[in-house]
């Protein structure tokens, strides 16, 4: 695995990880590590400015879980090393082939079965395999953050809902 970051790092904060999601970390060996200290999620109110509920989902028969992203990328990482995956750092990606061919910016040139590109909505890698039809710009977004339980949260007989 190649990253260009000097270390594995995350943007964004938390996300939530359902039953398919939680089958997967189960199947690469990642899932105690990346659930340890998670939140069980039941259900998830998201609320306006004023803190006013205006939506609630509740999730039930499968397992969700409110976990922070970096305890996922950290697990992953784990579990790939302990069957040998090599996790290279420092390492910015320059071009790939459809072939399993990929290049670094060095000019060194590797091969591969498969290459798995994430590298954001500005891929250098996709756009060099023509791998875009079309590209939308909107002009709105939003911003998400993790903020703290407060103690009364954290001790309420609901404490498996999340709130956004």
């Given at each position: 695995m190649?990253e260009?970051?000097?270390?594995?790092?995350?943007?964004g904060?938390?996300?939530?990880?359902?039953?398919?999601?939680?089958?997967?970390?189960?199947?690469?060996?990642?899932?105690?590590?990346?659930?340890?200290?998670?939140?069980?999620?039941?259900t998830?109110?998201?609320?306006?400015?004023?803190?006013?509920?205006?939506?609630?989902?509740?999730?039930?028969?499968?397992?969700?879980?409110?976990?922070?992203?970096?305890?996922?990328?950290n697990?992953?990482?784990?579990?790939?090393a302990?069957?040998g995956a090599?996790?290279?750092t420092?390492?910015?990606?320059?071009?790939?082939?459809?072939?399993?061919?990929?290049?670094?910016?060095?000019g060194?040139?590797l091969?591969?079965?498969?290459?798995v590109?994430?590298?954001?909505?500005?891929?250098a890698?996709?756009?060099?395999?023509?791998?875009?039809?079309?590209?939308?710009y909107l002009?709105d977004?939003?911003?998400?953050?993790?903020?703290?339980?407060t103690?009364?949260?954290?001790?309420?007989?609901?404490?498996a809902?999340?709130?956004?």
């Open positions: 190649h260009r970051g000097e270390r594995l790092r995350t943007t904060a938390g996300i939530y990880i359902y039953e398919n999601g939680l089958r997967v970390l189960t199947a690469v060996g990642a899932y105690d590590a990346a659930v340890k200290g998670a939140p069980f999620a039941h998830r109110e998201v609320r306006d400015d004023r803190n006013r509920v205006i939506s609630v989902h509740r999730w039930v028969g499968s397992r969700v879980f409110s976990i922070v992203r970096q305890t996922v990328i697990a992953l990482a784990a579990a790939a302990r069957f090599e996790i290279v420092g390492s910015v990606a320059a071009g790939a082939s459809a072939d399993g061919e990929l290049v670094l910016a060095d060194q040139r091969s591969a079965d498969l290459i590109a994430a590298d954001g909505s500005n891929s890698l996709r756009d060099g395999l023509g791998l875009l039809s079309k590209r939308k002009v977004g939003s911003t998400r953050l993790l903020i703290a339980k103690p009364e949260e954290r001790l309420s007989a609901d404490g809902t999340t709130v956004e």
